[in-house]
């Protein structure tokens, strides 16, 4: 994953941010007791990106292009085409560069994308570099569907490129399926959420089948991502899949139940199931959905 789609994905998962501060007021940092010089030698996790041995060409005086996907952790099909791993309801984040035949970066570029299969292209938005930088870097985001293998093209001018999606269910990974629940809401309606960013702020339209059951008591199961550094969990996150690092919260905003448990929930690395008062955030700082008085229920 390249530093710009690090820097969009915080951007856009205002909560990753927020369960990271709260953290580090708790919890004391030990020094590494690195110097300046060690510091300094430690590997730059860029990838190479922003060593562009060649100044930038503006989009209008590019003749030809050059389109390469880049994704962390992907790797390359028979055909030479990128792969990534995707668990389904996850988001799938990566780059392209944009480039002249002789390796000369190209400024001012917009993608297009289009995509077989089940997975959505998350909106362009303002977290997300949607015209190609100084080096040539413009960021997409894949919600993943169901499992199998989706294709995505992305097309600048007459320049192509196919990146695979292989979308693995929560089986096929190795994890422990979400239960059905009576009364609940699934994920494939809670990500029909069309979310878009405004400044600071992330905005969300709902379809009905959400928007109907605002202020009712629902359940969701998911897998919980802690936000405190304590066994009880008063102020936690419930995800569509299980959670990985702070700062790549797993389906994005519209993946994400913000849940608020007064009397506390311990913590579970195995899928639960919570009851709270549910609240679809039209407008605010972080997930787009709360539960509110929330408790662990059994099925």
């Known amino acids: 994953m390249t530093p710009h789609v690090l820097r969009g994905l915080a951007t856009a998962l205002v909560l990753a941010g927020i ?4 953290l580090a007021a708790q919890v004391k940092v030990i020094n590494g007791g690195l110097t300046d010089d060690e510091l300094a030698a430690q590997p730059d996790d860029g990838d190479g990106l922003y060593e ?3 100044p930038p060409v503006a989009f209008k005086d590019a003749k030809e292009l050059v389109l390469t996907p880049l994704a962390r952790g992907g790797y390359s099909d028979i055909q030479g085409r990128l792969v990534i791993d995707v ?3 996850d988001n799938a984040f990566l780059a392209v560069r ?4 002789d ?9 297009t994308t289009s995509l077989k299969g089940t997975s959505l ?3 362009s938005s303002e977290a997300l570099l949607t015209t190609s930088d100084d080096y040539g870097i413009v960021e997409i985001v894949v919600l993943a569907g169901q499992m199998g293998l989706d294709l995505l093209t992305v097309q600048v001018g007459d320049a192509k490129t196919e990146v695979v999606l292989n979308v693995l269910s929560l089986a096929a990974a190795g994890v422990p399926a979400l239960p059905e629940v009576e009364r609940g809401i699934p994920w494939s309606d809670l990500m029909q959420a069309r979310v878009r960013y405004e400044g600071g702020s992330i905005a969300a339209d709902f379809p009905n089948v959400i928007s109907q059951r605002a202020g009712e008591t629902v359940r969701i199961a998911g897998f919980m991502t802690p936000l405190q550094a304590e066994n009880s969990q008063r102020w936690f996150l419930l995800t569509s899949s299980p959670p990985h690092c702070y700062f790549d919260i797993p389906g994005g905003p519209a993946g994400t139940v913000e849940v608020l448990a007064p009397d506390g929930i311990e913590v579970s690395w195995e899928p639960i199931i919570v009851e709270g008062r549910f609240e679809p955030v039209e407008l605010g700082k972080g997930a787009v959905y709360k539960l509110h008085d929330a408790k662990r229920v059994e099925l």
């Open 19 to 22: 369960a990271a501060a709260n």
């Open 98 to 101: 944009i480039e002249t035949p």
């Open 52 to 54: 562009a041995a060649k």
């Open 87 to 89: 668990i389904e309801n």
């Open 121 to 123: 292209v998350v909106d």
């Open 103 to 111: 390796g000369a970066p190209v400024s001012g570029a917009k993608a």
